[in-house]
């Protein structure tokens, strides 16, 4: 059973930056993309971040230059730093086993964990 749990969500100013984490289990992480996708209060899930088995990257307009996606295979995490943190981040972040690069229309069929609280606000 695939087990996804995210932390290090919080309430940080605008300008801020934050580092979240998600520690998985339950398949094999080396071989799968990992993803972070976030749920703003009255919108649909937004990919912002992807992670492949063999560290490419990718990540969404709205992030990109104020995020780093990175993973840990030994200890099956995968973490997304985000910096110069604006009001609009503000949203459930989610870590989800499932990659893409651009535009994932398919992010909403991922397994994905129980989310951690990002709050951007003065």
């Known amino acids: 059973e695939v087990q996804l749990v995210e932390s290090g969500g919080g309430l940080v100013q605008p300008g801020g930056s934050l580092r979240l984490s998600c520690e998985a289990s339950?398949?094999?992480?080396?071989?799968?993309?990992m993803s972070w996708v976030r749920q703003a209060p009255g919108k649909g899930l937004e990919w912002i971040s992807s992670?492949?088995?063999?560290?490419?990257?990718y990540y969404a307009n709205s992030v990109k230059g104020r995020a780093t996606i990175s993973r840990d295979n030994a200890n099956a995490t995968v973490t997304l730093q985000l910096n110069n943190l604006k009001t609009e981040d503000t949203a459930m972040y989610y870590c989800?086993?499932?990659?893409?690069?651009?535009?994932?229309?398919?992010?909403?069929?991922?397994?994905r964990g129980q989310g951690t609280q990002v709050t951007i606000s003065s």
């Open positions: 992670i492949f088995s063999g560290y490419d990257s």
């Open positions: 339950g398949f094999t992480f080396n071989n799968h993309a």
């Open positions: 989800a086993k499932g990659g893409c690069s651009f535009n994932c229309d398919a992010a909403d069929s991922w397994p």
